[in-house]
């Protein structure tokens, strides 16, 4: 069930949102696969780590979605992965409580067209790889990538721009096929 922000009070609300300013992140994942209909795993995910866990058990109770863990150097960190709670929850708890830094409303921005990628399916193809690798360019300040563009692409090579790799005939893809499953 979507979250419904509406029920969030406003002082908890706009306190996490500054939290998440500060110290969230918005990101787009690519993992190799080989069992997979594409070369990549496209997720996305938000996560906010902190020394304490009070504040990250909040996130957690309020979102309704996400997880919690210690990592072994004693931070503590929350994460949603989970492609449905990110647009049923992550999103709209965003858009109802805004950030006030431009960085953070840019990526941001970037992390909802991104999902809206995904949601239309188009993560399932080459063309719409090349689309999100494009607006997740300057997501986190360029950020530290596991893998380059260049790297993500070449696991392409040879398939047609707007081909569907696995897929047997050319079809449009389907609205909210292929979307990153239940993670977490």
């Known amino acids: 069930m979507p979250l419904d922000v509406r029920k969030i009070p406003p002082h908890i609300g706009y306190y996490l949102a500054g939290f998440a300013d500060g110290e969230g992140s918005f990101n787009v994942v690519f993992r190799p696969r080989s069992d997979y209909r594409m070369p990549w795993k496209i997720s996305l995910c938000f996560n906010v780590s902190q020394q304490e866990r009070v ?5 957690k109770r309020y979102l309704r979605c ?12 929350y994460e949603v992965n989970n492609f449905h709670a990110i647009v049923e929850n992550v999103i709209p708890f965003f858009d109802r409580f805004r950030f006030l830094s431009a960085k953070k409303k840019r990526d941001f921005a970037k992390f909802k067209k991104i999902a809206r990628i995904m949601q239309e399916g188009r993560h399932m193809t080459v063309e719409g790889v090349r689309e999100i690798l494009r607006v997740r360019r300057d997501m986190n300040d360029g950020g530290k990538r596991r893998y380059t563009e260049e790297e993500i692409l070449a696991r392409f090579q ?10 047997t005939q050319e079809k449009p893809p389907v609205e909210g096929a292929g979307a990153a499953g239940p993670e977490s």
């Open 55 to 59: 504040i990250l058990a909040l996130f």
């Open 158 to 167: 040879g398939i047609p721009r707007g081909h569907t790799p696995g897929a």
């Open 66 to 77: 996400g997880t919690l863990r210690r990592r072994d150097d004693g931070v503590w960190y």
